[in-house]
């Protein structure tokens, strides 16, 4: 059916305003400001504050917090703000293997913004963090990463109170959330229930007491150790209705033992699912038989053959290698390290916490994956 044009009474009006468009345009030209256009806009400023990426690091000061406990804090070549929590991974040449591992921060929010500084508390313990107490010094230069993670309060699903539960290092993102709390950059009420073995454990005693307000208590529990100051024992589920209000949620951050116990607690009280957030732990060596396997590895054009010891992560046997490797949360759930199996066997850390479309087109975490013969994977390049 052909089209038909339907005649305007008054299209002459059409015309009038197609006469006066380029002297109109002119006049708006001519009316506008001659200052010149922005290099920048805020939008774009604030983006790079948040997303920095990977970014050269000054180690301006070593602080021995407990005797097997450090913190590192460096001055940053880029403006960053991070949700008190997170994580940042740190990047040095170790041996001569390009080595990077996540540590929680430990300052807090606004020091990073403001000062261009930012501190992460490192426990002596595995081959990276044994690397930087023995051998790290003032004025070294490392690469820090993009902060990252989800152990941060959320407004939408969390409770206003957080019963906060740490053991041993895992003190360190709750202390950069009772910094938070202080300046305030964050928004919440926090109780924290910090375990450790003995007295001389409590890493930054003396730092949480001065943060201690209406929005912050900490209470300290002692494991190894009687001492009438403190509660002693476990933190149990008569320690946590002891310091609760009627509705909170749980954020915890401490080692797998730890988990395990209060887990067990926690379904006694009814408490579970969204009301629970745990920090994941890096995997770390499987006790198993010893056994050597093949693995080949192919980044862009470049195909290499290295040794697997499938007591360790296939991302550690890359690492050993040499082989410069995406990596963030080295615990299976972020994905940034997700690689092609192209052949082998594999035991994953833990749960499965692959995404469907990995486990669909044929995607492992080398960062949690255990081998179990020869393997062969493309592997994306690591950041530069």
Same mark, same amino acid.
């Given at each position: 059916?052909?089209?038909?044009?339907?005649?305007?009474?008054?299209?002459?009006?059409?015309?009038?305003?197609?006469?006066?468009?380029?002297?109109?345009?002119?006049?708006?030209?001519?009316?506008?400001?001659?200052?010149?256009?922005?290099?920048?806009?805020?939008?774009?400023?604030?983006?790079?504050?948040?997303?920095?990426?990977?970014?050269?690091?000054?180690?301006?000061?070593?602080?021995?917090?407990?005797?097997?406990?450090?913190?590192?804090?460096?001055?940053?070549?880029?403006?960053?703000?991070?949700?008190?929590?997170?994580?940042?991974?740190?990047?040095?040449?170790?041996?001569?293997?390009?080595?990077?591992?996540?540590?929680?921060?430990?300052?807090?929010?606004?020091?990073?913004?403001?000062?261009?500084?930012?501190?992460?508390?490192?426990?002596?313990?595995?081959?990276?963090?044994?690397?930087?107490?023995?051998?790290?010094?003032?004025?070294?230069?490392?690469?820090?990463?993009?902060?990252?993670?989800?152990?941060?309060?959320?407004?939408?699903?969390?409770?206003?109170?957080?019963?906060?539960?740490?053991?041993?290092?895992?003190?360190?993102?709750?202390?950069?959330?009772?910094?938070?709390?202080?300046?305030?950059?964050?928004?919440?009420?926090?109780?924290?229930?910090?375990?450790?073995?003995?007295?001389?454990?409590?890493?930054?005693?003396?730092?949480?007491?001065?943060?201690?307000?209406?929005?912050?208590?900490?209470?300290?529990?002692?494991?190894?150790?009687?001492?009438?100051?403190?509660?002693?024992?476990?933190?149990?589920?008569?320690?946590?209705?002891?310091?609760?209000?009627?509705?909170?949620?749980?954020?915890?951050?401490?080692?797998?033992?730890?988990?395990?116990?209060?887990?067990?607690? $926690?379904? #006694? =009280?009814?408490?579970? +699912?969204? @009301? %629970?957030?745990?920090?994941?732990?890096?995997? /770390?060596?499987?006790?198993?038989?010893?056994?050597?396997?093949?693995?080949?590895?192919?980044?862009?054009?470049?195909?290499?053959?290295?040794?697997?010891?499938?007591?360790?992560?296939? $991302?550690? #046997? =890359?690492?050993?290698? +040499?082989? @410069? %490797?995406?990596?963030?949360?080295?615990?299976? /759930?972020?994905?940034?390290?997700?690689?092609?199996?192209?052949?082998?066997?594999?035991?994953?850390?833990?749960?499965?916490?692959?995404?469907?479309?990995?486990?669909?087109?044929?995607?492992?975490?080398?960062?949690?994956?255990?081998?179990?013969?020869?393997?062969?994977?493309?592997?994306?390049? /690591?950041?530069?």
């Amino acid at each position: 059916m052909a089209f038909k044009f339907k005649k305007q009474i008054f299209g002459f009006m059409d015309l009038l305003r197609f006469k006066k468009l380029v002297p109109n345009r002119r006049a708006a030209f001519d009316a506008a400001s001659s200052a010149p256009l922005p290099k920048t806009y805020k939008v774009n400023e604030t983006a790079k504050i948040l997303h920095p990426g990977n970014q050269k690091a000054r180690l301006a000061e070593i602080t021995l917090v407990t005797a097997d406990t450090k913190t590192y804090t460096f001055e940053l070549s880029k403006k960053m703000f991070f949700r008190a929590g997170q994580y940042v991974e740190l990047t040095a040449d170790v041996d001569g293997s390009t080595v990077n591992r996540p540590y929680a921060i430990s300052s807090s929010p606004l020091t990073s913004l403001r000062e261009g500084k930012l501190s992460v508390t490192v426990k002596k313990a595995g081959f990276f963090s044994n690397w930087l107490f023995d051998n790290a010094k003032v004025g070294d230069e490392m690469i820090i990463g993009d902060p990252s993670g989800f152990f941060h309060y959320e407004g939408i699903k969390d409770a206003e109170v957080v019963v906060g539960i740490a053991g041993g290092s895992g003190i360190t993102p709750f202390y950069s959330m009772a910094q938070a709390i202080a300046e305030g950059s964050e928004d919440f009420r926090l109780i924290l229930l910090y375990g450790a073995k003995t007295e001389k454990d409590i890493a930054f005693k003396k730092e949480l007491d001065a943060l201690v307000s209406d929005n912050f208590k900490v209470v300290y529990v002692l494991s190894d150790e009687k001492n009438k100051k403190y509660e002693n024992g476990f933190i149990t589920k008569e320690l946590i209705a002891k310091y609760a209000p009627e509705d909170f949620t749980v954020m915890a951050c401490g080692p797998q033992a730890m988990y395990a116990f209060l887990d067990k607690e $926690l379904a #006694a =009280m009814g408490i579970g +699912g969204r @009301r %629970v957030k745990k920090e994941a732990n890096c995997v /770390g060596v499987r006790d198993v038989k010893k056994a050597v396997y093949d693995l080949t590895v192919h980044i862009r054009d470049d195909v290499y053959t290295v040794k697997a010891d499938n007591r360790e992560t296939v $991302l550690v #046997a =890359m690492e050993r290698a +040499g082989l @410069r %490797v995406p990596s963030k949360c080295r615990a299976g /759930g972020c994905g940034f390290c997700h690689s092609k199996l192209v052949s082998g066997k594999f035991s994953i850390a833990g749960a499965d916490k692959r995404r469907l479309a990995d486990l669909k087109f044929g995607y492992i975490h080398p960062c949690c994956s255990y081998p179990d013969s020869d393997m062969e994977i493309i592997v994306p390049a /690591g950041l530069e």
